[in-house]
């Protein structure tokens, strides 16, 4: 698939929404997402703190994805970089083997 924007890779994945967002929270684009800016400094938090356990627990430096689920939906971020981390969402639980495949095959522009 090689490099898409957000909005490519929001449809190639049947995600619902979407942002990328850096490692201070910041966002760098987002797609159909309101508030997109607290979504972005909360996951980015969660990002952080799930890096530190990984690295306290499993003395692991690679945490490269998240996948939170719940009847409502599912919520996949992926570190791409340091200045690149993808938060993808759907309503349908059932997209989340779709949305992890089509981020395995991508680079962002």
Same mark, same amino acid.
């Given at each position: 698939?090689?490099?898409?924007?957000?909005?490519?890779?929001?449809?190639?994945?049947?995600?619902? #929404?979407? $942002?990328?967002?850096?490692?201070?929270?910041?966002?760098?684009?987002?797609?159909?997402?309101? #508030?997109?800016?607290?979504?972005?400094?909360?996951?980015?938090?969660?990002?952080?703190?799930? /890096?530190?356990?990984?690295?306290?627990?499993?003395?692991?430096?690679? $945490?490269?994805?998240?996948?939170?689920?719940?009847?409502?939906?599912?919520?996949?971020?992926?570190?791409?970089?340091?200045? /690149?981390?993808?938060?993808?969402?759907?309503?349908?639980?059932?997209?989340?083997?779709?949305? #992890?495949?089509? $981020?395995?095959?991508?680079? $962002?522009?």
């Amino acid at each position: 698939m090689g490099e898409v924007s957000l909005q490519t890779l929001i449809e190639e994945s049947e995600a619902d #929404k979407g $942002l990328v967002f850096n490692s201070e929270g910041q966002v760098i684009d987002s797609y159909n997402i309101s #508030k997109e800016n607290n979504i972005a400094a909360m996951a980015n938090v969660i990002v952080t703190m799930t /890096h530190e356990f990984f690295q306290d627990t499993l003395d692991s430096e690679s $945490l490269d994805q998240l996948v939170l689920t719940s009847k409502e939906g599912l919520v996949i971020i992926n570190k791409y970089d340091r200045n /690149h981390i993808v938060c993808l969402l759907a309503d349908d639980v059932s997209k989340a083997a779709m949305i #992890k495949l089509t $981020l395995k095959k991508v680079t $962002l522009q």
